[in-house]
């Protein structure tokens, strides 16, 4: 917090969008947990990059891969639908040593730590495919892959819907998952990893495929997915990346930031 002002900036104005009914005491000691978290997510970098997998598989309890199989067996593709945890890099590694899986993921713009990020991210699991490669995920889902989108961040306005996330009304949000889940048989599931709070490891659970999604509704179907993300996050929300600019994007570009300049 001392190193990171900005970054406190935006994750107090972001817990006081999602949770406005928070007191001032509790969303302080939020707020002070998550950038614990966050101290904690750069030593789990190195975890998820470099521990060999016994190390990783004796951390990890993976839940809900029969959801999967069951998918797998009826000859569909899976689309798992993760969200920014600040353990995600320790669990995506985690993931691949159970099932592995196609990653789709932004590359970084600082060429060395994209050299480590890109292997790092993708030891143990099948293959990682940059932001762009749209069709890439397509042909791997047409090919009865499972592979990993990050739905919740704000993307910017194109391909995107303003709806609710939390207790904010319009919030820019992606309809690129609508893209994926649309494809022909795709079964569209939740991933949701946790640090346990006992300090024993993580627990990453697989949740059922969501019934009658996608709809040909988009602003319905992605409002779906932030209600799903929603539930997804309040299991352990001091974990969740609340330093993301989340709402950055307003309805009309004359719209005042939600972020002050600091």
Same mark, same amino acid.
């Given at each position: 917090m001392k190193i990171g002002s900005s970054r406190q900036s935006v994750a107090d104005t972001n817990l006081k969008l999602c949770f406005p009914n928070m007191s001032e005491d509790e969303r302080k000691r939020m707020l002070k947990a998550n950038f614990e978290n966050t101290g904690i997510a750069l030593f789990e970098t190195g975890m998820g990059w470099w521990w060999p997998n016994w190390r990783v598989k004796r951390k990890v309890k993976v839940k809900g891969l029969e959801h999967i199989a069951k998918a797998k067996e009826a000859g569909n593709g899976v689309l798992l639908l993760a969200m920014h945890?600040?353990?995600?890099? %320790?669990?995506?590694?985690?993931?691949?040593?159970? #099932? $592995?899986?196609?990653? @789709?993921?932004? $590359? #970084?713009?600082?060429?060395?730590?994209?050299? @480590?990020? @890109?292997?790092?991210?993708?030891?143990?699991?099948?293959?990682?495919?940059?932001?762009?490669?749209?069709?890439?995920? %397509? &042909?791997?889902? &047409?090919?009865?892959?499972?592979? %990993?989108y990050l739905p919740d961040q704000d993307y910017g306005r194109s391909k995107s819907e303003f709806v609710p996330f939390f207790n904010v009304k319009d919030a820019a949000t992606t309809t690129g998952t609508l893209i994926f889940a649309r494809q022909k048989n795709v079964e569209t599931m939740m991933v949701i990893p946790t640090r346990n709070e006992d300090g024993s490891g993580y627990t990453i659970e697989v949740t059922p495929a969501l019934e009658n999604f996608p709809t040909d509704d988009d602003v319905a179907d992605v409002t779906r997915v932030n209600q799903e993300l929603e539930k997804a996050i309040m299991r352990a929300p001091d974990q969740y990346m609340w330093l993301h600019r989340r709402f950055k994007t307003r309805p009309t570009p004359e719209d005042p930031s939600l972020y002050k300049k600091s």
């Open positions: 945890y600040l353990s995600v890099e %320790i669990n995506c590694r985690a993931m691949g040593t159970q #099932h $592995p899986t196609v990653v @789709f993921y932004r $590359p #970084h713009n600082n060429e060395l730590m994209e050299y @480590f990020q @890109f292997r790092g991210r993708g030891r143990s699991n099948k293959y990682m495919l940059g932001k762009r490669d749209v069709k890439g995920l %397509i &042909r791997s889902l &047409r090919e009865k892959e499972t592979c %990993i």
